[in-house]
């Protein structure tokens, strides 16, 4: 382990995450301006009654939809109100490279660059939180409040997260299984938003033809339908709460894993198959146990991360019906790391059979 000097480290960290934040929130910032100006204002003539009270272009109300962008992209919940759109991630994934990108092209992630991560996420936590304070109040009639226990908790760690996954990026070669963890999510993130984009495309332009609506629809939504279609390569499904399951079931329409034809859930798991057996194919052998286990795990926090973010909570709507769906978090976890140690083992054999064959 390096020795290093802590207050420097320590400054480093600050101004990491004082520079992170200061990017989130200009990018945020300039998002909510155009909420503002280009949504919200013109609502006033369309909502009726409560809903249409103090609305309108107000400064407060630009800081207010700034703290919820910024809030969001860390999946903080307002009460029971969360809403995962994996779109927004790319917020503090964006400010965080740009903010520690030359110090993780030279050091990489060593225990400087963990130090330095875990003092610029409470930097940004506390930043967070302060704007989270702030940014309390009214919004379209729901009242929003981010500052409580549990959120400061949850930005640390995807905070944290974020910059190991950066850091990762540059030091892939380093720790066994992380170059395997690196192919697999790549190639399956990437195969998966490629069958969302052309899903979407073709479910989209059925509704309407305006352009910029449906690209502002692949902005904000393809990257959840990627996530889904990940844990449907899986063998997972989405679950709906019994209230909006009835309702789907009312209107004919059927958006579980098992009303999937047949032939397409087979394709999908093909291509996992394929996906994981060449990810596995890229550990060495000398450290191929080591390697598998650090694989499976990483691979499966990562899953259990899309799990959770991608949750969507809208609580009581109207006193009528509760909106809440999203991926069951054990089978997230469990599914990859079984099936990964299963064609871990099984490409394990194919291999010494082959050297066998061969000798």
């Known amino acids: 382990m390096k020795t290093f000097d802590k207050k420097e480290v320590a400054k480093e960290g600050l101004k990491v995450g004082l520079k992170a934040f200061i990017l989130t929130f200009g990018i945020a910032f300039f998002v909510s301006l155009i909420i503002n100006i280009s949504v919200i204002e ?14 309108g272009f107000r400064f407060g109300m630009v800081i207010r939809t700034t703290s919820i962008i910024m809030n969001m992209a860390v999946f903080n919940t307002s009460g029971q109100i969360q809403l995962g759109l994996l779109a927004f991630i790319g917020l503090p994934l964006f400010s965080f490279y740009l903010a520690d990108r030359n110090d993780n092209k030279k050091e990489g992630m060593d225990d400087v660059g963990i130090f330095i ?17 702030i940014g309390k109040g009214t919004f379209l009639g729901i009242n929003i409040n981010f500052v409580s226990l549990r ?36 190639l399956s993130l990437g195969l998966s938003g490629l069958i969302g984009i052309i899903a979407f495309i073709a479910g989209a332009t059925k509704v309407t033809t305006n352009p910029l609506l449906i690209f502002m629809g692949i902005l ?32 004919n329409v059927n958006l579980t894993y098992t009303g999937m034809p047949i032939g397409v859930r087979l394709l999908l798991l093909v291509l996992f198959i394929g996906i994981t057996l060449y990810a596995i194919s890229r550990i060495e052998k000398e450290k191929f146990l080591g390697g598998l286990i650090a694989f499976a795990t990483l691979f499966s926090l990562t899953c259990l991360g899309l799990a959770y973010s991608t949750r969507i909570n809208l609580g009581l709507i109207k006193g009528l019906m ?38």
């Open 220 to 251: 904000l939504l393809v990257p959840n339908l990627m996530a889904y279609i990940l844990f449907m390569m899986m063998g997972i499904g989405i679950d709906f709460n019994s209230g909006l399951d009835k309702l789907l079931a009312f209107g």
């Open 117 to 133: 991560y875990m003092v610029a996420s409470g930097v940004y936590t506390i930043l967070l939180m302060t704007m989270a304070l």
């Open 42 to 55: 013109h609502l006033q003539d369309y909502l009726q009654g409560t809903l249409s009270q103090n609305i």
């Open 322 to 359: 509760e909106v809440d769906m999203g991926i069951n978090l054990i089978k997230a976890f469990l599914y990859p790391f079984v099936g990964i140690f299963l064609l871990g083992g099984l490409w394990q054999a194919v291999q010494r059979v082959r050297n066998v064959i061969r000798s």
């Open 151 to 186: 959120n400061p908790i949850l930005t640390l760690v995807i905070t944290f997260l974020i910059q190991v996954v950066i850091g990762m990026n540059y030091d892939a070669n380093r720790f066994a299984g992380v170059l395997a963890t690196r192919w697999m999510i790549r």
